[in-house]
């Protein structure tokens, strides 16, 4: 494959230096954009949108029509996967995920079969080859899943929860059962992730979306463990072991040690942690990327503008910093708050960085 | 007044020796219980069963009854300031609350009238004062509030919100009208948990339950300023000089110190901080409250134990701790499941403790 034009993404993961900071936005690709809405329109359902290559490649570049952006990031949901495992998914408007058979006892887990990604996701491999195909080594293409404990959360509770009874009662009612459910779904997003990178992911994102809700006893034992395993796993393949892996779980900014001591290239932080402390913690081993409050994007510009030049100075002059927000984009948001905060990353952070090595 | 026959809660706070570990809960008076259940059915809606001090004394007592509790909570909803202030509340059958007049403006905010909480809030003194009354010193009770910027959020929003993008946008775009807003709580807040000690409050508590949503410098701006407000203000009241204070911000566990520093007595924290390191940080002047997940509660009761006993264990010998959960009690939960972790903190503690001074 040819060398990836804008690599600046993939340098900052390195932690080597660059000219500027990299930025993309974690749901760049979404319904904030009146392009996607009608895609999504074309598409019918949410799912068909996800499951359709030429429609899911259409959706990701999007973004990347409108911005500057220095990484595309595979249009997809992490519920594929318990979809393939057979749950039954649906998103129900203004619902969110439902599954038609969540997990409601230790025999659902153990009836649970594998799968195997390359074949029962063939979608998601086609949208990354054609992907790349389009994006014609413009930038990077990152690809992604959720988290193990992410993804059982959904499986148990059959979609979102605000209370996470039906998980903790098993969690701790159960322990053996949760973690025979979180190996299966280690094994699989390793499988996964693979796949994704064997077809063309040039870097991968594990989302650990309800780490957060976790002790930090439990987070270590249900959460982190598994993802330690992904990240270790994908390390000992030689087609993964150089590929740059990030690791984001949203609310654990008391853990940023323990996650990157999994050994993932990259930490995702939400703007709960100031950026400059996580650099002092974690940033002699690992890039960081964050972490502006999305709520920013609701400001007019001129507040965008100081809010990135806020971060840019917390950041200095240290290497290893990808510009992102702390979570994602919501519907309600303008696109030219999107531009105003891409637009000043690329006004404001040259003057940080001493050119390339 | 006499003493307090049972005083256990209010020595921990003071850092005191006691004989054993203090426990209440959050949200012991609620939906969990059937005998709460009936009360609710007989007063009709929910405001007015805050409104009505024989209601509201009725089921800040039931849980006392049937658990061996070491404070009492009065029974109310940290609404009760925006509706006096005008807001008209109403809560939704399976939606929470709603304002029919949330602020949409900088002049709805600059409109708001002043309150007296004597006045206008006179059922909850009342409330109060016949709580005590029943409770006849057997334990103190616990008088709240929301923080300035919870009740902020509920009032921009006019209820839930999953995006916090009406108080996000006021305050990234106009804070000198938010901080107007803040000040104006923190003055009517202060006025009203001070009306409370006089009424007869041991204790008084700040519920900050969305301060977690905000940067750490923006929950220093936004929300911890103006609780140290409140705290100051109630420390220079004689009357409530010596009332202990407690604060807990649901999602703060990277800001303890910080909200130690306010001079609060004691600093409630959520299960996603190990108790053991918050006594490291701010044990030697701040008592702490917490932090089994209450997601525990829907393990069987031989969990429960083992989860209590765990707790105890990283807490030690040290002195100032009370014993709760690191949020409120849902109600799909087990009266049973209370039973047991209260009998834990019984059968348990003591063993940690070297006996009154």
Redesign the interface.
Known sequence: MRQTHNDCFLRALARKPVDRTPVWLMRQAGRYLPEYRASRERAGSFMNLCQTPELACEVTLQPLQRFRLDAAILFSDILTIPDALGLGLEFLEGEGPHFHRPLRSASDIAALGRIDPEQDLAYVMDAVRLIRRELDNRVPLIGFAGSPWTLATYMVEGGASA???RI??L???DPPALQQLLSLLAATITDYLSAQQAAGAQALMLFDTWG????????QRFSLHYMAQIVASLRTHTHTADTPVIVFTK?G??WLEAIAATGCTGVGID????ISEAFTRIGATTAIQGNM?P??L???DA?IHA?VASILDAVGNRAGHIMNLGHGI?P?MRPEAIAAFVDAVHELSPARHHGPA
Do not use: C
Not at 214 to 219: E, I, W
Not at 271 to 274: A, E, L, M, S
């Open positions: 209370t996470f009874a903790k009662s969690m701790f009612s957060g809700i976790l002790t930090p006893r439990d987070y609310g900014g008391q703007w709960t942690t100031d409050d709520g920013v609701y400001a007019p507040v809010e919501q309600g």
